[in-house]
């Protein structure tokens, strides 16, 4: 008889809590209160927050789009000028002559690429220009030096960590995807689907470097994520 064929697999939900999983060798899994002090350290900075609203293997391909959503704030963490940040009218005066027209009743973002790259470089370790730019779809101005966005409310929801595991130098954390940021044009609900996802992330002397997050898949008896 020929072989069965392999279960498909399949998104990972609340209900099978860790049953899915077999820790890597060398890993233990984290307390309740290591847990915690997770959650604080993203609720500490909601720049954290956005390097969970899309699906990336690896820090080069985060979707920009998603990242920068809600703008680029760093002001925690930096010594830089922030003021630059405020719109003026001459931003306003190069969005009209690039784009022709603006619309009054939603905010415009203006992300300065110094401080993009600021941040990728922060928590990714990498630069603006070492990512693949993929979902970076904000228009550019040279004159400003500033990418510009412009978009309605932006809703999310809890950060719930289920669970997690510490292996070696890197922590993987186990969370509901509750990010939504409506509509924003290419970019979708975390950009890889709804369910829970593995947040990767490595510690590098005082720094803390997001690896990847991707949502959980099992067919039962593997483990799998995309």
Known sequence: APAPEPAAFEPVTLEMWTDWLTLP?????????????????????????????????RPQDVDLGALFYTGVDLRESSTRDY????????????????????????????????????LLRKYLGIGLEETNKIGLWFPYFPETDAYYHLHGDTNWGPFPLRYGFAVGDEVCLFNLSTWNHGQFGATGYNNGGEGIYRTVLRKEGDSVRFVSNLRALTNGTDAAYD
């Open 83 to 118: 003021s630059q940040n405020a719109v003026t009218g001459k931003d306003l005066r190069y969005y009209l002559l690039h784009r022709g027209t603006f619309e009054h009743a939603i905010d415009l973002d203006k992300l300065p690429r110094v401080q993009m790259d600021d």
């Open 25 to 57: 060798k060398g890993a233990r899994w984290l307390t309740r209160e290591e847990l915690d002090e997770w959650t604080a350290w993203f609720n500490a900075d909601w720049m954290r927050w956005s390097f969970l609203t899309s699906a990336y293997a």
